[in-house]
C-alpha cells in the first residue's frame, strides 16, 4: 500500500490517528505508530512542559515516526513549537490557524509540515504556505470545524481537483470502507479522529469513550458557530447552548455559559452532563472500544475485501 503519504511519512498504511485534544497522549500515538499507521499527540490540551513529557514517552514507546498536532488558536505556541523541534519531533500538522504562521520555519528544522482546512481555499493557501501536505476535513467530523458546512463526500474532490500536493481526507471515516471511499474520491490516505476516542489507550475517560460506543445516527450535532464552530454529542450542556440561542445571545452571553474547561470537564474528568462532548456523526458506528492495534487491523483488512469487491463489479 505504497504512496506519496506513505512515503512522505515512512509509514505502512495510509492511515494517520487525529490529534485530538484530552484523547490522544503519548499511549494512543505510539500504538497506532508500532502498528502501522502514522499516530498524533495532540498538544492542543497539554501545558508546554506536559507536551515535552508526552514527546520522551512516545520516542521511548515506539522507533517508528509519529507526529505532533499544534492548534495554532490556543496559547503558548511560541513555546510548544520549541518543544518540539528541541525534541527532534519530525512532523506537524498544524490546525486552526494561518498556514504561513510557522511553515517555513519548522521546515529549516527539517520538520515535515501539514495543515488541516475545511475548505477549498483555504487547502490552496496551505499549499501556496509550502506546506508538505494538506488534510482537508469534512463537516461530519468531530471537534472544530469549518463554518461552510461541506461535507467529506463534496469537499475532498473539489479539494483534489485543484491541489497538487498530497491530500488527506477527514471526518466520518471509520472503516476499510469509508477508507477506500475517501481515497476513491481523490485522497492519499485518511485521518481518523473518533474511532480512536473510542480505543484502549485514548486518554480520553471510560465515561465518554463508553458514550461514544452509545451514540446513534443523529446524536451530534454542529454548535457555537459564533465563537468556534464545534461538534458535540447531545447532553445537558448542549441543550443549555440551544436554549440559549432562543433568547437571540450576544457572543459575550455565548461565552461567559461555554465558561472555562468545559471540553476538559466532558472528555477527560468525564461529567457526561455538563461537559463538552466533541465526536464526529460516525459515532453511530462505533460499537465497541478496542486496542487500537485491532482497530487499525479491523480497517485495513476491511479495506481490502472492499477494494476486492469494488474491483469485481
Ligand atoms: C475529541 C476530539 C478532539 C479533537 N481535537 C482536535 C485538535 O486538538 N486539533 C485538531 O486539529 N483537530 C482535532 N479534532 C479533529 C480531528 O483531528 C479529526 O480531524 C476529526 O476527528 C476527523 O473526523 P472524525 O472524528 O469523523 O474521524 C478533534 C476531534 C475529536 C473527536
Redesign the pocket.
Known amino acids: 500500500m505504497q504512496n506519496r503519504i506513505t512515503e512522505l511519512f515512512n509509514i505502512k498504511y495510509p492511515l494517520i490517528q487525529?490529534?485530538?485534544?484530552?484523547?490522544s497522549g503519548w499511549k494512543l500515538a505510539s500504538a497506532v505508530s508500532n502498528n502501522g499507521g502514522l499516530g498524533i499527540i495532540?498538544a492542543?490540551?497539554m501545558y508546554p512542559e506536559i507536551l515535552r513529557v508526552h514527546i520522551q514517552k512516545c520516542k521511548k514507546a515506539t522507533d517508528k515516526p509519529f507526529a505532533v498536532?499544534v492548534?495554532m488558536l490556543y496559547p503558548d505556541i511560541d513555546k510548544i513549537i520549541e518543544i518540539i523541534i528541541e525534541e527532534g519531533v519530525q512532523i506537524v500538522?498544524t490546525?486552526?490557524g494561518n498556514p504561513k504562521t510557522w511553515t517555513k520555519h519548522l521546515q529549516s528544522h527539517g520538520i515535515k509540515v501539514v495543515h488541516?482546512v475545511s475548505s477549498v481555499k483555504f487547502a490552496l493557501k496551505s499549499q501556496e504556505a509550502g506546506v508538505d501536505a494538506v488534510?482537508a476535513?469534512g463537516f461530519?467530523?468531530?471537534?472544530?470545524n469549518g463554518r461552510e458546512e461541506t461535507t467529506t463526500f463534496t469537499l475532498i474532490p473539489m479539494v483534489k481537483e485543484q491541489l497538487d500536493i498530497p491530500l488527506i481526507a477527514?471526518?466520518?471515516?471509520?472503516t476499510g470502507r469509508g477508507m477506500l471511499a475517501a481515497m476513491v474520491l481523490g485522497a492519499d490516505a485518511v485521518?481518523?479522529?473518533?474511532?480512536f476516542?473510542a480505543s484502549s489507550e485514548a486518554s480520553?475517560h471510560q465515561n465518554f469513550k463508553n458514550k461514544v460506543v452509545e451514540a446513534k445516527e443523529g446524536d451530534t450535532q454542529l454548535t457555537l458557530k459564533e465563537l468556534a464552530p464545534v461538534r458535540m454529542l447531545k447532553n445537558k450542556f448542549f441543550n443549555q447552548i440551544q436554549n440559549l440561542y432562543q433568547t437571540a445571545p450576544t457572543k459575550e452571553e455565548l461565552i461567559s455559559l461555554l465558561g472555562r474547561a468545559r471540553a476538559k470537564k466532558g472528555?477527560f474528568e468525564g461529567d457526561m452532563e455538563d461537559g463538552e462532548l466533541?465526536?464526529?456523526?460516525?459515532s453511530g458506528l462505533i460499537h465497541e472500544i478496542k486496542p487500537a492495534a485491532d482497530i487499525i487491523q479491523e480497517i485495513i483488512s476491511e479495506f481490502e475485501i472492499a477494494k476486492q469487491e469494488v474491483a469485481n463489479f
Open positions: 487525529a490529534g485530538m485534544i484530552w484523547a495532540g492542543g490540551s498536532n492548534p500538522f490546525s486552526a488541516v488534510v476535513e461530519e467530523a468531530g471537534g472544530h477527514a471526518g466520518g471515516i471509520a485521518q481518523i479522529g473518533s474511532r476516542v480520553s472528555m466533541e465526536i464526529g456523526q460516525i
